[in-house]
């Protein structure tokens, strides 16, 4: 079987078919080139073949490079090599003479959208799910296949950078409005149809590139628009990336030269840049993490095997505030019928607005349509009547965050709820363990953390609670800490994860799953990040210095910043209530050494952004920092390397996220790090805060880590998990 089939209609026009056996989906490897090249050398040396249409039979057209074998090449000389071998295969396929169009069925995404860039012409089916693009860039590549030549050549250097340096998905419409499309077709009949007939009427197709008096549109790198854009653009891109994307300047650099270059050249050197950037750390992380580790778990590798899929027709939710209408609106998206509770109807009312509101732009801004919006709507009742939970197959809380509140309406809902049917809480800091004590059936109690705003936030973390034995999949607890439970079970069970889980990707979000634990493992680690640059202003750091610190380690906000947003009277409240609940079992918790300056703050009113005073003073025309920081904490004398702040911040979250593996409230450490990036957006070209630690080599690490404990306190002591991996030459990847 081989991956393109070749069948010439009467016409002398050949379909070409791509459809790599035993794939789901078309994606750029040998296979599919050798293939085309085979077509290619068809299409010329046949002189009963007028021209050749180019599409698919998969649902997609192409889905872009074969990520397995990219993450394969072992030096810059084979990644050059292999990018060369692509583009003479698709020079030849444009040169050949003869006209060739790419019939566009489904997405055309990095090499699958370079295959059609190399087509005479590109008519796509108007469908605005159909997605083209460059997404290269977010995995720390550049398109290798032509696409920094010839997309410039096509649409213009300013359009087609734009598109190359974000990388993100372009509609057909749009693609067709800055001349990516030659043509939009209304059904798969008419796309085949269409693409024929311009390859009849273009018998000598040329690219516009190879036309003698080719000029690029909107100028080459030297029309002084251009070079403008050149003078500023790159720095504006550091300015944003803080240089912790080479790929986003190799595009650029790529684009700018070949912009200067003829064709042949332009190709040359794109393959150099795509070299540099396949050969990159950042790269082997962003591939690692957010491609391997993020299929893995979109494949339910967190998942208890064995039990059947599921799928949720009616969800309750307690509470319509801001997470509960957020809540709301995600599932009634996915079509599931939704009873939003609240303790009053204007409440339950104002938490169905919320979508309407979300709705409402978004039928303006043309992502949707009244009729979508009203099915929507009219999927949501918003209610003060615990009967309508009758038949929910999950319901979820997301009352007050109040032991008592929970419990209370954990057993109203339970009183109404099937006996299968499972009970979530959306607790951000209470153990799920203690709040499983208000059910009458622990055993489909389990925490399903959001993120706010919901609808924006890619990931839900799944708490297993409750004590017994271990959960399938949990690893075996390290030596000296003892295995949770015993007897008499009322640990969420296998039945009630999987069907969290399925509900969490019925909703288009990304599930991980953790073990019950203060913070669990998202607020937890994400608190070390903001606690470290609180401690450093103590210290008398300069306060500009801790929050550019915060933003070249790679965290998309510097730490005060984000402690103001989330409000430092919400970080002192968990840290008492956190003491409080220790003490009553009979523990003492040794407070992180930044908390006095939370609570100084929160004692002069200056409780964050929600009063437009904390660490900021935040007015509509932007937010600056308080000047009177410099009284409270006076900056010190000498200030330390910004290396070394860079450091503290970035070891803080990854050592704590080591600990949480250790103490197996991590499951796996791909859940830890796609936990980190989408949780609270851990530095994605770290490749997250345990791919950290390996990149850099765990002796390395531990090494670092002591300095930092010998300078800045034992919180930097680096766990005795890592200290063990390094004596043994292994990795966390291993673990
Ligand atoms: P919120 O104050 O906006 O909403 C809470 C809602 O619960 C209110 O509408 C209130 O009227 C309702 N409510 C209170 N008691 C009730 C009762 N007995 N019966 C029915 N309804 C009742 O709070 P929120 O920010 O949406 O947070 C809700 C939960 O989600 C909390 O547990 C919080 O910790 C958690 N959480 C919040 C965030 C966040 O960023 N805000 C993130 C993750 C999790």
Redesign the pocket.
């Known amino acids: 079987m081989t991956a393109i089939t070749l069948t010439v209609g009467d016409d002398g026009i050949a379909i070409a078919l791509m459809d790599l056996p035993g794939r789901p989906m078309n994606v750029v490897n040998d296979e599919l080139m050798t293939a085309l090249a085979a077509a290619a050398d068809r299409l010329i040396g046949d002189p009963e073949i007028k021209g050749m249409v180019l599409t698919s039979a998969k649902s997609d057209f192409c889905a872009g490079g074969d990520i397995d074998r990219i993450s394969k090449l072992e030096n810059a000389q084979q990644a050059f090599d292999a990018t060369m071998q692509m583009k003479a295969v698709l020079r030849r396929l444009e040169t050949c003479g003869k006209p060739v169009v790419a019939a566009l069925n489904g997405h055309a995404l990095g090499g699958g959208l370079e295959i059609a860039l190399a087509c005479h012409a590109r008519v796509a089916l108007d469908d605005p799910k159909l997605k083209l693009g460059q997404p290269e860039v977010k995995l720390g590549l550049l398109p290798g296949g032509g696409g920094t030549v010839r997309l410039p050549r096509l649409v213009g250097i300013q359009q087609a950078l734009q598109i190359m340096a974000e990388g993100n998905d372009i509609s057909p419409a749009k693609a067709l409005a800055m001349g990516l499309l030659t043509e939009l077709a209304a059904t798969p009949d008419e796309l085949m149809a269409r693409a024929r007939a311009w390859a009849l009427a273009n018998p000598k197709a040329k690219q516009p590139w190879d036309a003698p008096k080719f000029r690029f549109p909107g100028g080459d790198s030297r029309a002084p628009a251009v070079a403008q854009m050149f003078a500023i653009g790159p720095s504006m891109a550091s300015a944003r990336s803080y240089g912790n994307y080479p790929a986003v300047t190799h595009i650029m650099s790529a684009v700018f030269e070949g912009g200067l270059l003829d064709f042949e050249a332009a190709s040359v050197v794109e393959s150099r840049y795509f070299a540099a950037c396949a050969m990159s750390a950042e790269s082997r992380n962003m591939i690692g993490t957010l491609w391997y580790q993020l299929n893995a778990i979109k494949k339910g590798a967190s998942r208890p095997h064995g039990v059947a899929p599921s799928k949720v027709g009616k969800v309750g939710i307690?509470?319509?505030?801001?997470?509960?209408?957020g809540i709301a609106y995600v599932s009634a998206k996915v079509g599931i019928e939704v009873v939003l509770?609240?303790?009053?109807t204007e409440?339950a009312e104002?938490?169905k607005a919320y979508s309407q509101g979300l709705l409402d732009k978004a039928v303006k801004k043309g992502r949707s349509t009244a009729e979508k919006r009203a099915a929507l709507l009219s999927r949501i009742t918003p209610t003060t009547d615990y009967a309508l939970l009758a038949g929910c197959d999950l319901v979820i809380?997301?009352?007050?965050?109040d032991r008592a509140?929970?419990a209370?309406?954990t057993k109203l809902a339970e009183a109404q709820m099937a006996a299968t049917a499972v009970f979530a809480?959306?607790?951000?800091?209470?153990p799920i363990t203690g709040l499983a004590a208000a059910s009458v059936r622990p055993t489909h109690f389990l925490g399903l953390?959001?993120?706010?705003p919901v609808d924006k936030m890619p990931l839900v973390e799944i708490i297993v609670g409750g004590t017994g034995p271990q959960a399938a999949g949990t690893p075996p607890p390290p030596e000296g800490v003892p295995s949770p439970g015993g007897a008499g079970s009322t640990r969420t069970s296998d039945e009630t994860l999987a069907r969290g889980f399925d509900y969490v990707l019925q909703i288009g979000k990304t599930p991980i799953v953790v073990n019950d634990s203060r913070g669990f493992y998202t607020s937890r680690v994400f608190g070390t990040y903001v606690m470290e640059g609180i401690t450093m202003l103590k210290e008398g750091v300069h306060p500009r210095s801790i929050e550019v610190a915060g933003l070249q380690a790679g965290m998309p906000m510097p730490p005060l910043a984000l402690q103001d947003e989330v409000s430092l009277s919400l970080g002192l409240f968990v840290a008492e209530q956190t003491k409080k609940d220790l003490a009553s079992e009979g523990k003492s918790c040794s407070e992180h050494p930044g908390m006095s300056v939370v609570r100084q703050l929160c004692e002069i009113g200056r409780v964050g952004k929600k009063v437009g005073k904390g660490f900021y003073d935040w007015a509509e025309a932007g937010k600056s920092l308080w000047p009177e920081l410099a009284t409270l904490y006076p900056v010190a004398a000498e200030q330390p390397a910004q290396r070394e702040l860079i450091d503290r911040l970035l070891f803080a979250q990854a050592n704590e996220a080591a600990r949480c593996l250790e103490e197996g409230v991590l499951r796996s450490v791909a859940d830890g790090n796609i936990g980190s990036i989408f949780g609270w957006g851990f530095a994605p070209f770290q490749g997250g805060a345990l791919q950290f630690i390996d990149a850099m080599g765990v002796p390395a690490f531990v090494e670092r880590a002591r300095e930092l404990a010998a300078r800045h306190g034992a919180r930097f002591e680096p766990a005795p998990l890592l200290v063990a991996l390094a004596q043994r030459g292994r990795r966390l990847a291993d673990h």
């Open positions: 307690l509470g319509a505030g801001m997470m509960g209408a509770l609240d303790s009053t409440a104002r938490g809380e997301a009352v007050f965050e509140v929970k209370g309406v809480s959306n607790t951000s800091t209470l953390h959001f993120f706010s």
